[in-house]
């Protein structure tokens, strides 16, 4: 079993950091496969597939293009979506896997609920989302309270709302110095940062 939280930091961290990610579990990194938004693992021991779409990257205008387009309900339209499609494709054909298991954070956790397989299980943090969206039969999906990306389907089958663990967070620290609207910008990035559920202890 993997923690949750862990997949998803790994998701954002750099290539280097991702070869060497759960080599302990048995994993191996395919360096092929993977890329800058997506990361795949394959365990051939248990025939297991794991793979994580990363989020949004705020300094990216493909990203944030992505993100008006999932608004509009639109996402499968997008390059960003294409090329997780493509690339979960790629893998499942590669390794003909027995359980395949894909986990991310925000705009990546839309992507995963869309592109995975009836089979396939799915994990999501705080996903983007339209309106009346509905959560995956196989999908497990939770939110931190207070996050706004995922507020249109908090209410989803499916959905757990997990408590934000206590203490201010850094952005939000930074905007209450900054000032009153700094401070509701801060609190809604807070609440939206993948460490809200490192104390969770979810595995996949």
Do not use: C
């Not at 592109?115 to 299980?121: Q, V, Y």
């Not at 799915?122 to 309270?145: C, H, I, W």
């Amino acid at each position: 079993m993997l923690n949750f939280h862990s997949v998803l930091k790994n998701s954002y961290a750099s290539r280097d950091k991702q070869k060497g990610a759960f080599k302990n579990e048995g994993y191996v990194f395919d360096s092929d496969l993977s890329n800058s938004n997506n990361s795949v693992y394959f365990n051939p021991k248990q025939n297991k597939l794991l793979m994580s779409v990363k989020g949004t990257n705020p300094f990216s205008l493909k990203d944030i293009g992505t993100d008006i387009y999932l608004a509009a309900g639109h996402l499968k339209d997008t390059d960003r979506y294409k090329e997780s499609k493509n690339i979960l494709e790629k893998a499942k054909k590669r390794y003909n896997p027995k359980e395949s298991t894909l986990a991310s954070h925000s705009l990546g956790g839309t992507i995963s609920q869309y592109i995975a397989g009836k089979d396939d299980k799915v994990y999501t943090l705080d996903k983007g989302s339209t309106l009346f969206q509905k959560s995956r039969p196989n999908e497990k999906a939770y939110r931190s309270s207070g996050d706004v990306v995922s507020l249109l389907n908090a209410n989803s089958k499916n959905m757990t709302t997990l408590k934000r663990p206590q203490g201010i967070g850094f952005n939000r620290t930074v905007g209450i110095l900054a000032g009153g609207i700094g401070g509701l910008i801060g609190n809604a990035l807070d609440a939206h940062d993948v460490n809200n559920v490192k104390q969770s202890n979810i595995l996949i």
